[in-house]
């Protein structure tokens, strides 16, 4: 459910966010929200990842030993 | 004995230390705030798996030499680079396995209960033929739910440019000389094609994370509320990482890249040029050779195989990329293919114009090659070959250049589509002009071909 959501916050985000003037850019506060939001996300997929790479090595175990 | 110390200019802006070099030996300077830090690195673990792996530079513990200023904590003497480049040299495979270096040194970091404090592409050197970070003083102890503060410089260093070369144009690497900590986020995302957006990790770590900077700008933020797991942070480098070692450039062709196949050599002529080349550089004997106009390095072969270290300069990014994958290919460690313009090298660029350095500062060296460039230089950058005479005697000792006649088919096709002004481009100039600076010890004519190469010392250096 978390990556649903958090998927919905980047859809929302691309929507709302649009282009405005120049303004002082403080970088840092920015790429810390963002890279929070995609930590969250990649987080859920890399643990599925991990889990699927298990199997994988599981089976490939299985199969060599046969 | 006094000691010439001096500071290393472009190693300032980090407070945990700094570089200089004591009578002609770099060494660097550890300050007492970053103590901790270099501890847990060295005793963690991290830095005898980083440097077993061939990903840090190692170093030395150099106690038998004095603090340069009261706050010293320990110097060390770390493994010297050969030649200093810096990302707007590379070519597309060079920054990406320079991005992917950084990467797998994040991932073992976190392992090891730490993290790249900086994520900056000129923290990378190449070494021995690969990418390897030379800042010692990069890592910090990481702390639970902190984020990766290097984050954004990664991406401007890294993400935007390698992207920007593989969806835009190869050429965009050059920005780099203008920013001078990477690309822009908002101006990658402006320059990046539109379709770019259906790519998750540039339609997150580019194109919305520009949109983010722009949005927070000006608001007060608490990111002490913005936890980041360790785990999370491991996902996240994977993710990166995963998306960089898929990223390959699409097939395309320049004059150059393709050079090889369609030279007016003979076969006999090519082989003769080669041992005339090979005897030459026997007879200079160089510690290292800059091969200028080197295309996808053929004859900077002759010099690295007999273990002589070769930068391998061409204009071409495509012939740097062909370079650079053979050797790679064939565990060449003695070449290091870069991308260069002759005709306008790369300047002194940063702080003062002294934080990069340009490329004649970072020589002069032991023997230049320059085959089949001359015509290139007098005949379509217009320059009189006294002033290219003049520019190589400023940058190397000895000289193997290549005189290619105006009734080559090479050089004619240069004057194809120009009006000929070149009434001075002939073989005698080219020795008058080349004696004022240099002494002419050996000139060969290359069978089956109207060329002819010289050996040259200079007269000066």
Known sequence: MKIIKNVGIILVLLIVLSPTAFAYLDAGTGSIIIQALIAGIVGSLFAIKLFWNKIKNLFSK???KK | MTNITEKISGSFRDPSGFLFRQNGILYRQINKSYKEHYDFLMESGLYKELTDKHLL?????????????????????PEEIRFISYPYGWCFSELKDAALTTLEIQKIALEHNMILKDASAYNIQFHQGKPILIDTLSFEKYEEGKPWIAYRQFCQHFLAPLSLMRYKDIRLNQLLKIYLDGIPLDLASKLLPKRTHLKFSLLTHIHLHAKTQDHYANKAVDLNKKRISKFQLLALTDNIHSFIKNLHLPQIKTEWGEYTDNTNYTDEAHE???????????????????????NTGIFSNISAQKGIFTVSFDIDPIAVEKNYLRCKETGEKNILPLISDLTNPAPSIGWENKERLSISERGPVDLIMALALIHHLAISNNTPLEKIAECFSKLSKNLIIEWVPKEDSNAQRLLRTREDIFKNYNQETFE???????KIKERCEIKE?????????NNGI
């Open chain 1, 62 to 64: 299985i199969f060599k």
């Open chain 2, 57 to 77: 530079i190692p170093h030395k513990e150099a106690s038998e030499i004095q603090a340069v200023t009261d706050d010293c904590y320990k110097i060390i003497q």
């Open chain 2, 272 to 294: 003769d040029k080669k041992k005339i080349i090979e005897k030459f550089i026997s007879e200079t004997n160089p510690k290292s050779v800059w091969d200028l106009g080197a």
């Open chain 2, 432 to 438: 008058k002009s080349f004696s004022k600076f240099f």
């Open chain 2, 449 to 457: 071909s109207k060329r002819v190469l010289y050996l040259m010392r």
